[in-house]
Every structure is written in C-alpha cells, then in structure tokens.
C-alpha cells in the first residue's frame, strides 16, 4: 500500500514539453541559454538567449546579450540585438539598445528603444 512503484532517481523526471525555464529575481548567469520551450528573465543574464518559442523579460530582468526567438515581451532591459520571427513587444518601462528584427512590433508609450528597427516577415 505505501510502497514506491518508481525510482526517486532525477533521471526519471522529464521536462514536458511548452514548460516555462524561469531565471528568478536576484540570480545572474553567465553564459548562453538554448529553449525549446518558453523562457522568463527575471534576473540578470550574461549571455545570448536561442529560443524556439516565446521569450519573457521581466521588469526586473536584464539581459546583455542578444536576444532570438518566435515571440517576445519585453518588460526590463536589453542590451543587444532582438530578433523574433512572430510578435515583438516592447511594454511600458522597458528599455532596449540594440536593433530589432521582427515581422511585428507592438510598442507601449513608455517604452525605450536605441537602435534600428527592422520589419519583414522571417
């Protein structure tokens, strides 16, 4: 009745996948970060994010490096370039230096960007 039918191994765990990897507030990572599925800057990254799927900065988020994938919402700060291949969007506060490559582009009135901007579909 109370017997474990599974192994408590790490290997047995699996990332399902469309899973959300989160970078909390307060951490800083140095190095690149490759995604499958969506991904959540709320601290610092040091590095270049490759995403095939949606990627979020936080307000509190910071990332210098560039930035690719097929979505994203920017809340916090980006140095570096942006290219994703759906929807990018710059919401209020955020600040970006760099360029952007997008096939759309969604700008709140207080957001800041610092670069070229390129439209066209990917």
Do not use: Y
């Not at 800083?28 to 995403?51: A, E, F, M």
């Not at 095939?52 to 307000?59: D, E, F, L, R, Y």
């Amino acid at each position: 009745m109370f017997n474990k039918s599974k192994s408590d191994s790490l290997d047995d765990i699996s990332t399902p996948s469309g899973s959300t990897s989160l970078i909390g507030a307060g951490t800083i990572l140095k190095g690149d970060i490759t995604s499958n599925g969506d991904i959540r800057i709320d601290g610092t990254l040091d590095g270049n994010i490759h995403c095939t799927a949606k990627v979020v900065i936080g307000a509190n988020g910071t990332v210098n490096g560039d930035v690719n994938g097929q979505q994203a919402d920017i809340m916090g700060k980006v140095t570096g370039s942006i290219k994703v291949k759906d929807l990018l969007q710059l919401k209020g506060g955020s600040m970006v230096a760099g360029n952007l490559h997008a096939s759309k582009l969604q700008t709140e009135p207080s957001a800041n960007f610092n670069g070229e901007c390129h439209m066209s579909i990917m």
